[in-house]
């Protein structure tokens, strides 16, 4: 799951968090006092460099920009080997620009990977933009269910216009 408030532990570094992805797999001993295989620390790494992270893999999580921690989080979640990747409103603490970067992460993640990504957005121009199909909600009906193109942006979707 991606988070959208990034779940990071602060004071670690940012490989650190991004290695917690594989501790259903390593010993909980070891992990406890942050001795991983080796072979876990070089995917770490290779998930840092794709996701454009890898000059910033011993920095403390909270130095980092809210974009670049997404960014982690997203290397942890690589960690699992998902098939399914749950991301709950990703870019709603981000600046536009940021946004739009994970946003672009997330696909190709999904096209490269062949992870079916499913994406909680407040921004249907975003889901608009970068989704396969679009499910709105108003007051917890479904009030569109759709390819992005055959969305119109007066549907009432978030008590927003044309809402009753």
Not at 20 to 41: I, N, Q
Not at 84 to 93: C, F, H, Q, R, T
Request: aromatic share 8%; net charge positive; proline share 5%.
């Amino acid at each position: 799951m991606v988070f959208q408030d990034y779940n990071l532990v602060k004071r670690s570094s940012a490989i650190a968090n991004a290695l917690a992805g594989c501790l259903g797999r390593v010993s909980p001993w070891a992990s406890l006092f942050g001795h991983f295989p080796r072979d876990e620390k070089e995917r770490a790494q290779e998930k840092f460099i794709r996701m454009g992270l890898g000059h910033k893999t011993f920095q403390q999580a909270g130095f980092l920009s809210g974009g670049q921690q997404q960014r982690v989080g997203i290397a942890r979640v690589l960690m699992q080997d998902p098939a399914i990747i749950l991301a709950d409103e990703p870019v709603s603490s981000l600046d536009p620009a940021a946004a739009r970067s994970i946003m672009e992460t997330l696909r190709d993640v999904n096209m490269r990977d062949g992870v079916t990504i499913i994406c909680n957005l407040h921004m249907p121009q975003l889901a608009k933009e970068f989704g396969r199909r679009i499910i709105g909600l108003n007051r917890g009906r479904i009030v569109f269910d759709g390819p992005p193109e055959n969305y119109k942006d007066d549907q009432a979707i978030y008590g927003t216009a044309g809402a009753q």
